[in-house]
């Protein structure tokens, strides 16, 4: 046993299925990870033992000790009150106003911090993904909804208790399709993962002589995010309307947001993003028809995400350094 000079970092990305965890050097180099499972079952004290856990975990299998660690950031779902440390609410888990930081400070015996996991995610991929190199980006994840986070000059936008920066759910369709919040028309809606694969499918309902039906076999229960972008590639060209329809939605939330806060740049992760340029070309021209202010103007980059699954630990390094 010595007196060990290197300080350490450890940054969880927490989730309802299992939380995974980052041991970083100070300056933010991820030297290993681990993972361990989560469980609704084991409420709020009995997880955030697990996480205690792994914090241990991850220090030791990364040749350092818990001692060493300077302090834990953390991604957590739900309505995270960054501030204070304190989840307000996250309803997967039932949790409703619990001492976040405070309770995991006490079985680590590390400062702890915490914000929500998608702008936490946003935070990592605009300091050490996609985006590093402006000062200002907003972060869309396309999945079964759309989420998201606001980064500017290097810190998170939340508002008022974290509560704001929710991207996924401005209404792009004035008594739209009904939303799990209570408002009809979200861009989640009409923007996300699932909703293409919606829209994806009533195409393919309409038009039984498109190759997607090729695609999947037959069995429409197969389509998926790939299906009308893999179809239009071969030139489908009910794909190809989708494809055309789908970006024009996911557009508008875009154009939205750069109205209103001009970033330099805007990310897109979740699988979607692995479509490259045959959804970023049009995506660009799509939005840059709708902005106020042209981007031969004043530049506006559109990009895919770089770090996938890695966004979370690498956002929850960055919220120890911010802090
Ligand atoms: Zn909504």
Redesign the pocket.
């Known amino acids: 046993m010595g007196w060990s000079m290197n300080k350490y970092i450890v940054g969880i990305d927490l989730g309802g299925m299992s939380a995974k965890a980052g041991l970083f050097s100070l300056s933010g180099e991820l030297l290993h990870c681990a993972r361990a499972k989560t469980d609704k079952k084991d409420g709020f004290e009995g997880t955030l033992d697990v996480l205690g856990a792994l914090a241990k975990q991850v220090a030791k299998e990364g040749g350092a000790d818990i001692t060493d660690v300077q302090a834990i950031g953390v991604g957590s779902p739900g309505v995270v009150d960054s501030r204070t440390g304190t989840v307000l609410r996250w309803s997967n888990f039932e949790w409703t106003d619990v001492p976040f930081a405070k309770t995991l400070s006490k079985k680590t015996n590390c400062p702890v911090f915490v914000a929500n996991d998608a702008n936490v995610a946003a935070l990592g991929e605009a300091k050490f993904g996609a985006t590093a190199q402006y000062q200002s980006s907003i972060l869309l994840t396309i999945g079964t909804g759309v989420g998201g986070g606001i980064v500017f000059d290097g810190k998170l936008i939340e508002g008022y208790k974290s509560a704001g920066a929710?991207l996924?759910?401005i209404t792009i369709r004035e008594g739209g399709i009904p939303?799990?919040?209570?408002?009809c028309g979200?861009?989640?809606?009409y923007a996300s993962a699932s909703a293409l694969i919606l829209q994806t499918r009533r195409a393919m309902v309409e038009d039984l002589d498109s190759s997607m039906w090729q695609l999947v076999d037959g069995k429409i229960e197969n389509v998926d995010g790939k299906t009308a972008f893999a179809a239009a590639r071969q030139g489908d060209r009910t794909a190809k309307k989708v494809i055309e329809q789908f970006v024009g939605y996911l557009s508008e939330g875009i154009a939205d947001f750069v109205n209103i806060l001009r970033p330099e740049a805007i990310v897109l992760g979740g699988g979607i993003a692995n479509e490259g340029e045959d959804l970023f070309v049009p995506l660009r021209k799509a939005v840059d028809k709708r902005t106020y202010v042209a981007m031969d103007i004043v530049p506006l980059k559109i990009v895919g995400a770089k770090l996938g699954n890695t966004a979370g630990m690498y956002g929850a390094y960055c919220l120890t350094q911010q802090k």
Do not use: M, P, V
Request: with cysteine; aromatic share 8%.
């Open positions: 929710e996924g759910h939303c799990a919040c209570g408002r979200c861009y989640e809606k």
